[in-house]
């Protein structure tokens, strides 16, 4: 609760806030680059080192949303290259901010749509990197997006169900995959879409 408390003190607000902008300055920097080599090979470690870190340690109130905003700029940006810091990137924000965002619908609304559209950019340049996980963690990935189309937000619900489809695509693409994928989840999935179809919630 000190924690807590501390982070709403005005001093630590303004510390937070000028790290946000930090770390926004940093997303349109790496977005408006023209030598990604460069950001890959000089900026990347030390950036991964101090904001990862950060982000996982903190309390839940006193994790900034743009890291996950930065984390998707990453993605999209460097695309192949963050294939081997993906893993990374998911030990740092994947269980911590799936305790923020998995009590109940309303909380933390800035960290949801950020964290679903970093698991869609990963998703789009980096989907083989989902199957070198641990399968403890790639069943908590399958159960976010499931989490994600079961949403009542429509924007959150509606980035779930592209999510899927874009997996699904992805694994269509090797015949192996696909067979070891479908056997595992296929009753699963069919049977979560059919019950948002179904309810009177969507």
């Not at 902008?21 to 000089?42: A, Y």
């Not at 870190?53 to 309390?59: L, Q, S, V």
């Not at 980096?126 to 963690?137: D, E, G, N, R």
Request: proline share 4%; hydrophobic share 40%; with cysteine.
């Amino acid at each position: 609760s000190s924690g807590i408390n501390a982070a709403k003190t005005s001093t630590v607000q303004f510390m937070r806030g000028v790290k946000r902008e930090s770390l926004r300055l940093l997303e349109t920097f790496i977005e408006k680059t023209e030598d990604p080599q460069m950001v890959t090979q000089n900026f990347l470690p030390p950036l991964l080192n101090a904001v990862l870190g950060d982000y996982k340690t903190n309390i839940p109130d006193a994790r900034d949303p743009e890291v996950l905003s930065l984390m998707s700029c990453l993605v999209n940006r460097l695309q192949r290259t963050m294939i081997s810091e993906v893993p990374r990137v998911l030990e740092a924000v994947l269980e911590c901010t799936l305790g923020m965002i998995t009590k109940n619908f309303e909380d933390y609304p800035e960290h949801r749509i950020k964290f679903f559209n970093l698991m869609r950019s990963i998703n789009a340049h980096c989907f083989q990197v989902f199957f070198q996980l641990p399968p403890t963690v790639f069943s908590l990935l399958i159960d976010c997006v499931v989490w994600a189309f079961k949403h009542t937000e429509r924007n959150i619900s509606e980035t779930g169900l592209n999510i899927l489809l874009e997996v699904l695509h992805n694994v269509s693409l090797d015949e192996r995959v696909a067979n070891a994928f479908y056997q595992q989840l296929c009753t699963r999935l069919l049977q979560e879409v059919m019950s948002v179809l179904t309810d009177t919630w969507h």
